[in-house]
């Protein structure tokens, strides 16, 4: 069956490094792989996706990669900020599928 | 624009209690609608989605329903609720990004059943 893990359940780093999350998915081949934040109490948010052809996208201070060989995705943010911190949610997707989100990672961003 | 509107945010409701959340959306037609469940410290959950009136699927066999009586509305329902019922309940549409589906979450609203 599908899985779906995401490197650690908590992550913290010193404001202005670089954090990296990891995405490592089994048994499927994702078509894209998409990125949330979730902020407590409050519903997920979509921040990038990188198509299967796609090696790296960046957005702002978000980098995210897709390596289709290694089944994983890293998803960078550089300068980290204290209000970066939030739970990230990775989501392989394949077409004519249901949406299938990862555990999450926590971060935290310490001032 | 394109919104979800979840209420109510909170409900503490007695376990054997019924349950009715509902879903609203604004700014489109037709959308598939989705609902997820979040346990504490656990990922999300897909419980049912919706790709047109009247038309639910489900995900996995529990203790709740879901009802699409309109375009633009779903409802979450249990006639019992037990207190593994407790947890983060999310209502999402399919929206494009980039010539792909994404999804877009409502706000949630948290149910602590006692």
């Known amino acids: 069956s599908q899985k779906i893990e995401q490197n650690s359940e908590a992550l913290n780093i010193q404001e202005g490094k670089t954090a990296t999350l990891t995405c490592n998915y089994t048994n499927y081949s994702p078509a894209y792989l998409q990125w949330y934040r979730q902020d407590p109490g409050r519903g997920p948010v979509f921040l990038l996706l990188i198509r299967e052809n796609e090696k790296e996208k960046r957005k702002e201070r978000l980098k995210v990669t897709f390596d289709t060989t290694l089944k994983q995705s890293l998803f960078h943010i550089t300068a980290s900020q204290p209000a970066d911190s939030a739970t990230y949610l990775c989501?392989?997707?394949?077409?004519?599928?249901?949406?299938?989100f990862g555990p999450g990672t926590r971060l935290s961003v310490l001032p | 624009s394109q919104t979800i509107h979840q209420w109510p945010a909170t409900l503490v409701q007695p376990v054997g209690s019924p349950l009715s959340l509902e879903c609203t959306v604004e700014g489109t037609s037709n959308p598939n609608l989705y609902w997820y469940r979040q346990a504490a410290g656990r990922g999300l959950q897909l419980l049912f989605y919706?790709?047109?009136?009247?038309?639910i699927s489900s995900e996995v066999p529990q203790n709740l329903s879901a009802s699409r009586p309109q375009d633009r509305q779903f409802i979450l329902s249990s006639k019992k609720l037990l207190l593994s019922d407790s947890g983060f309940y999310l209502c999402?549409?399919?929206?494009?990004?980039?010539?792909?589906?994404?999804?877009?979450f409502g706000a949630g609203t948290r149910l602590s059943v006692l």
């Open positions: 999402a549409m399919d929206r494009v990004w980039e010539a792909k589906n994404i999804q877009y």
């Open positions: 919706s790709v047109g009136i009247g038309q």
């Open positions: 989501a392989p997707h394949n077409y004519g599928q249901n949406f299938v």
